[in-house]
């Protein structure tokens, strides 16, 4: 599976941002997915993920209430929209994939840049 993370950019304290990841390959609805962010000067973190067929959902304390993660399997894309953002959550966001059974997240994309200026 290869991911391909877009959307970031820079955005007002209070706006939304609307992030997607591309997945190549087949069985895509195989794979959970997750979102993981690393701002400046910190370790990558958990922010959220979904199941394979989109139905649960678990989101990291710090947004949730804020961000969604949704998944298209038919267009084999996940989504992330962002609302109330802070600054905080400025940050390189990235996709990841686990199959089922797996204990890893084997397959990451690039990272999009998030700037959210007070």
């Known amino acids: 599976v290869q991911l391909q993370a877009s959307g970031g950019g820079l955005v007002q304290a209070g706006g939304s941002l609307r992030l997607s990841c591309a997945a190549s390959?087949?069985?895509?609805?195989?794979?959970?997915m997750a979102w993981f962010r690393q701002g400046p000067g910190k370790e990558r973190e958990f922010v959220a993920l979904i199941s394979p067929m989109g139905g649960d959902t678990v989101y990291a304390g710090s947004v949730k209430g804020r961000f969604t993660m949704s998944r298209d399997n038919a267009k084999n894309a996940v989504y992330l929209q962002m609302k109330s953002l802070k600054p905080e959550d400025t940050a390189v966001y990235y996709c990841?994939?686990?199959?089922?059974?797996?204990?890893?997240?084997?397959?990451w994309g690039q990272g999009t840049q998030v700037t959210v200026s007070s």
């Open positions: 390959g087949r069985m895509f609805m195989r794979y959970a």
């Open positions: 990841a994939a686990k199959a089922i059974g797996g204990a890893e997240w084997d397959y």
